[in-house]
């Protein structure tokens, strides 16, 4: 397993529950309104949950999140890490 791998694991188990809602909610392509209004915060809470997965996972854009996503689910549905 590649360091890059093991990192992203890490990364994404480093997350708060609420970190890790709004990760999922944009990896499925939701705007930071329609999340807001699904999980009945505000857009700003929205708006500082993600800049908080982005800054954990390293990512600079959400195209290179997702690609760190999948690339971690791959490794857990392999058995590694405790998702």
Same mark, same amino acid.
């Given at each position: &397993? ?6 992203? *694991?890490?990364? @994404?188990? /480093? ?6 809602q709004v ?10 309104k329609? &999340? ?6 505000? *857009?700003?809470? @929205?708006? /500082? ?35």
């Open positions: &397993m590649s360091v890059r791998r093991t990192t992203a *694991i890490a990364a @994404i188990d /480093s997350l708060t529950p609420q970190e890790r990760m999922d909610l944009m990896m499925s392509g939701l705007s930071n329609a &999340m807001a209004k699904k999980l009945d915060v505000s *857009i700003r809470t @929205i708006e /500082s949950r993600r800049q908080r997965v982005f800054r954990k996972l390293n990512a600079k854009s959400l195209p290179e999140l997702v690609a760190i996503v999948v690339e971690a689910k791959e490794c857990t549905e392999k058995g590694y890490g405790k998702r």
